[in-house]
């Protein structure tokens, strides 16, 4: 086993332990919901307007911490991140009343918009391009992890010790995490080896060329888009299942927890097939565009329980296999040295739809339109389609103009 290799582990290892943290991070609050009204005095739509104001700071900085990520630093700021989102719930350990739940709703969007620049860049820059592929689905598969222990382990502590036991948690298991990476400090990673889109890219202190500026824009709708259909599902597939097909309740949240799981072991295999072809816009649409027939299935045919717990996990299967691809596709739009600004850009599109997906499906389901929901998403993922394809066929005209 070469260094080479160690320092690439151990660098994948790093980056993925902290998206874990950031995705438990981002799941505290909402994991608790349920106790938290009679706790702090508040009613859910209180509640709904902290976890906005996470979602609309991390949107905010993002993209500007991006261009601080190429910088700084991505190591650096990681470990920056981890300490000030530790530091967010530590304060509600010490005062776990509404206003301070705001104000550390706040603190942990800044932390939040830190992860994404920092991990992609330190992977796009220390990992071979030969396994690129299935380093960023290991990464993405630690964040849905900490999406999946977040609630079980947060409700547990809370229901058996308290709500400031449950904070404390979420701000332990990021300090442990910052520990480990200020023991081991930053790995010292092989010279990257650009790919061959990434020849021509500029260096970190100049601009965006046109095409470039024009990839990023197409791209942060991608991402918005994204966001928009697998949010319909993870957020509100339940209530839509009860409300709108008479599904019972144990029925729909067995079928939710089939897509959550089932998409993070998509993102395994995704990373797989993202190692093994260069027409990543082409496996993106082929898996979005199965996976928006099946929603659209959910909704035409009377599946029994069974069958709709099948179809919903397969369905989710296949968005997670996109991930590797997306994250490759922005990979390849990034000029050399600027991956944190680029990955910060574009990542600002899953802020966005962060805020506006949870509006428009509470319109649907208020107005009685609950199969408007999962249409909404099949519709988001089709369009998500046609612009992997778009971004394929530029790349493909980019890498034949080179030639």
Not at 38 to 50: Q, R
Not at 113 to 123: F, K, Q, R
Not at 206 to 221: P, W
Not at 275 to 302: C, E, M, Q, W, Y
């Amino acid at each position: 086993m070469t260094a080479g290799r160690i320092s690439q582990r151990g660098l994948l290892a790093q980056v993925s332990a902290a998206h874990l943290v950031s995705h438990f991070h981002i799941m505290t609050v909402p994991a608790l919901l349920p106790l938290l009204p009679a706790a702090m005095g508040v009613s859910f739509v209180d509640l709904g307007l902290a976890i906005g104001v996470f979602s609309i700071v991390t949107a905010v900085v993002q993209a500007p911490l991006g261009y601080v990520v190429d910088r700084l630093g991505a190591h650096r700021l990681l470990m920056a991140a981890l300490a000030l989102g530790s530091a967010s719930f530590a304060l509600l350990v010490l005062w776990p009343v509404f206003p301070v739940l705001v104000a550390a709703m706040a603190l942990a969007g800044v932390a939040n918009g830190v992860y994404h620049p920092s991990d992609y860049a330190l992977l796009s820059r220390g990992m071979s391009p030969d396994r690129m592929g299935r380093a960023f689905s290991v990464h993405t598969f630690a964040g849905f992890l900490g999406n999946a222990l977040a609630p079980l382990a947060l409700v547990w502590v809370a229901v058996a010790f308290g709500l400031r036991p449950a904070f404390a948690l979420s701000a332990g298991i990021g300090l442990a995490v910052l520990a480990v990476l200020v023991v081991r400090g930053a790995p010292v990673l092989p010279a990257p080896v650009p790919g061959p889109a990434r020849k021509t890219g500029a260096p970190p202190s100049a601009g965006f060329s046109r095409q470039a500026i024009r990839s990023i824009m197409v791209l942060t709708l991608f991402f918005l888009l994204l966001a928009l259909s697998t949010g319909a599902i993870e957020r509100f597939l339940v209530s839509a299942l009860v409300q709108g097909f008479e599904v019972p309740l144990p029925t729909a949240n067995l079928a939710l927890t089939a897509f959550l799981f089932a998409s993070a072991f998509g993102v395994l295999a995704g990373g797989v097939l993202a190692d093994r072809t260069r027409r990543h816009g082409v496996v993106g649409a082929a898996v979005f565009g199965l996976a928006a027939v099946l929603i659209a299935a959910v909704v035409l045919l009377p599946l029994p329980g069974h069958a709709l717990i099948a179809t919903l996990g397969l369905a989710g299967f296949l968005t997670g296999c996109i991930a590797p691809s997306r994250d490759m596709l922005v990979r390849a739009a990034s000029p050399a040295g600027s991956e944190g600004r680029v990955f910060g850009i574009v990542s600002t599109g899953f802020s966005v739809g962060g805020v506006a997906g949870p509006v428009l499906y509470g319109y649907l389901l208020d107005g009685g339109m609950a199969a408007g929901v999962l249409w909404a998403s099949a519709g988001f993922m089709a369009l998500t389609c046609l612009i992997a394809l778009g971004q394929e066929a530029g790349m493909r005209r980019r890498r034949e103009g080179a030639g």
